[in-house]
């Protein structure tokens, strides 16, 4: 099947940055029907079916976008899962934040049913997803990617090919370990402003103005002063990759000790935190420095 074949895409994992992706594939001219587990959907233009294997058996190219390996696999195998349902021709876009470990197992099932398979996790947020400007890590063949690249295209500004099969996963957990570890960064540097007794709102607007704070962190600081913790990247979610980086890490005996602290502080802020926007941690942080003045108070 080519490129030009692939008119009807299947969408499993089809929450709140599937959604949005959907939309600009469907302005891209494709035809979408998705599975959720809750069989719900934000998006009333796409059919939502009983199964990731009834989604296969109508795709033409399926997109996998679930949260972690055991949704990984749970979606792919048994009676009800995408290889009970799928055409050997058909084309499978992981873009799931998995480990390294089960985007090889991926590419492997895909050698073995003769499926074209493709990791490609992407780096950017709902805001991205929105306006289809994610940035595509793929790993896989060159022939898989020329194939899928039309799609990728609708849904990003740019398309990295990061190597072989499994390259993607572990390119994705390099950018999210350097997310995660500066935003742990920014909010220790935070509370140590706001402990030294800055005016917060001076605190804030500065590091608005800086270059050492990137796009992104900036607009988790933002978020941050007014209180703001709506999700855009949940908690649980980056305190997830944090674990499959550091896990990652240690299988190849990679020095990352700022990223083991950053995955404590992010595992710590899930426990609180688990449902909002990661930049949740700065407000814990913030919290505990309040906290901190109250017992000062009341000791003086």
């Known amino acids: 099947m080519s490129q030009t074949d692939i008119k009807t895409i299947g969408f499993i994992g089809y929450g709140a940055m599937g959604v949005r992706m959907g939309a600009n ?20 233009q796409t059919p939502i079916l009983e199964s990731p294997k009834a989604v296969a058996e109508q795709s033409d190219a399926i997109i996998l976008c679930v949260p972690n390996d055991s949704a990984q696999a ?17 084309l499978l876009i992981d873009c799931s934040t998995v480990s390294p470990g089960a985007a090889d197992k991926l590419a492997e099932i895909g050698r073995q049913h003769g499926i074209a398979v493709l990791d490609a996790p992407m780096s950017g947020s709902t805001p991205e997803a929105e306006k289809g400007e994610l940035v595509m890590l793929v790993g896989g063949e060159d022939a898989a990617l020329e194939r899928a690249r ?28 350097i997310m ?9 540097g935070v509370g140590y402003g706001l402990s030294a007794g800055l005016d917060r709102d001076m605190l804030f607007e500065a590091l608005s ?54 995955d ?3 595992g710590l802020a899930r426990a609180n ?3 909002e926007d990661y930049s949740a941690l700065i407000g814990a942080i913030e919290h505990s420095v309040v906290q901190a003045r109250g017992k000062g108070d009341k000791t003086s």
């Not at 302005?27 to 009333?44: C, M, N």
């Open 25 to 44: 594939l469907r302005r891209a001219g494709y035809r979408l029907v998705a599975y959720t587990p809750s069989g719900k959907s934000a998006d009333p």
């Open 264 to 266: 404590q502080a992010l």
């Open 209 to 262: 103005q800086v270059a050492v704070i990137s796009p992104h962190h900036k607009r988790k600081l933002a978020a941050a002063q007014r209180q703001d913790f709506s999700p855009q990247f949940p908690t649980r979610l980056m305190s997830k990759d944090m674990g499959l980086l550091t896990d990652a890490g240690r299988d190849v005996n990679a020095f990352m000790p700022s990223m083991a602290v950053a």
């Open 74 to 90: 749970s979606s792919l195998l048994g009676d009800k899962g995408i290889l009970a349902g799928i055409r050997p021709d058909t």
């Open 150 to 177: 039309p799609i990728l295209e609708a849904v990003s500004k740019a398309i990295v090919h990061a190597g072989p099969a499994g390259s993607g996963a572990r390119l994705k957990l390099v950018i999210n370990g």
């Open 180 to 188: 995660g570890a500066t935003l742990n960064i920014v909010a220790e």
């Open 273 to 275: 935190h688990a449902d």
